[in-house]
C-alpha cells in the first residue's frame, strides 16, 4: 500500500474582488451629480454691459438676449433676426413657464433694438424683461 496525501494537497486560494457593489456606488454618485449640477446658460458673445449702482441679480433668469454694440441679437449662441425674437422667447418660455427673459447689451447699442426685442418678450407673454449691468 502505497502512502500519500492524494487529496491533502492544499489549493492555492484565488483572491476575487467582487466589484459590484463598487459600481453601484460609483454610477449612483454619477446620477446624483447630473441630477444636481447647474447648467449656465450663455448668449454666445460678450459684451460691455453698462455700469450701475442699483443692480440686483436675476436667480431665475433662462431667457437671457444679447446685443452686441452692432445691433446684432443672439440667443443661445446663435445669430437671429429680430423678426425670430419674439418666436424663441415663446419656444424658450415654454420650456420654463417661470423663467425671465435678461437682455445683456453692449453699451453702445441701440435703444431701438432694445425696445423691439422688450416688445417681442411682452408679445409672447413674458412681463418680466430685465437689462442686465455690471454691479458696482
Known sequence: MKRGFSNLTPQAEEGEIDITPMLDVVFIMLIFFIV???FVKETGIDVNRPDA????????ANILIAVNDKGEIW??????????????????????????VVIQADEEARTK????????????GVYDVSLATEAR
Open 113 to 124: 433694438v432694445l425696445v423691439a426685442i422688450m416688445d417681442a418678450a411682452r408679445a409672447a
Open 75 to 100: 440667443i443661445d449662441k446663435r445669430k437671429v433676426e429680430e423678426s425670430q425674437v419674439r418666436a424663441n422667447i415663446e419656444r424658450m418660455h415654454a420650456e420654463n413657464p417661470q423663467g425671465t
Open 36 to 38: 444636481t449640477a447647474s
Open 53 to 60: 449702482s442699483t443692480s440686483m441679480s436675476k436667480p431665475r
